[in-house]
């Protein structure tokens, strides 16, 4: 089961759908309704974290929960989550010098992890006004996708299995999506030699499940 914490955006829905439509089980939670301890109850495969409006100080559970779940459960953030990844780790997010919102860009990337046969560089829809200095990211975060300004699209951590997007997979205009997505639940599972690595599942309220695609309320 994978556990989504909505920050209160609708695109959310977007990617509940696009990981429906991969034949994946979703749960979704808004990011006030459970705590760690009930996140870890539920013992999700994965974390993911959902783009929204605000900043990361105001994405309720999700930097308490980045810090919490670290080297624990596998976590992907989109747009804000993302942008929480960054913040919990020490980094700042700032002011954009443009506003992206429904824009496309090129992505440049590493061609590691998440980024394996994905096109070099990939159109990438963005809907973001804030973005990671990258002056200020931590060394255990490395930048594994940048716009050719070299703005920050992606980041890894360097010892967990974590990831960042400040683009939208979800997105019809993105390209790879579904490539990218694919390519992080394969690590997860041990499908890549990316994937081999020393995360157990942790031991979580019910919320939205979406099971092949169909979403029942289950509250």
């Known amino acids: 089961m994978l556990l989504l914490i909505d920050n209160y955006d609708s695109f959310t829905y977007n990617l509940v759908q696009y ?86 860009s090129l992505v440049y990337h590493d061609g590691r992890t998440i980024y394996k046969n994905m096109p070099n560089p990939f159109v990438a829809t963005r809907y973001h006004s804030l973005i990671l200095k990258r002056e200020t990211l931590p060394p ?38 579904k490539t990218l997505l694919h390519n992080f639940l394969n690590i997860v599972r041990g499908k890549t030699p990316a994937g081999k690595s020393k995360f157990t599942r942790t031991p979580g309220k019910k919320g939205i499940v979406v099971s092949r695609g169909v979403a029942n309320l289950d509250y």
């Open 19 to 104: 990981l429906g439509e991969m034949g994946e089980d979703v749960r979704v939670f808004r990011n006030d309704a459970l705590n760690c301890s009930q996140i870890a109850a539920l013992r999700p495969e994965v974390l993911l974290l959902s783009p929204g409006p605000c900043t990361p100080d105001e994405a309720g559970i999700c930097l308490e929960a980045v810090r919490f779940f670290q080297g624990r459960i596998p976590i992907l953030g989109v747009c804000l989550g993302h942008q929480v990844i960054g913040q919990a780790f020490g980094g700042e997010v700032v002011r954009a010098e443009r506003l992206m919102h429904g824009k496309t």
């Open 140 to 177: 255990c975060l490395e930048i594994s996708a940048e716009t050719e300004k070299g703005e920050i699209m992606g980041v890894r951590h360097r010892e967990f299995q974590i990831e960042g997007v400040q683009y939208h997979p979800e997105s019809i205009l993105t390209e790879g999506g």
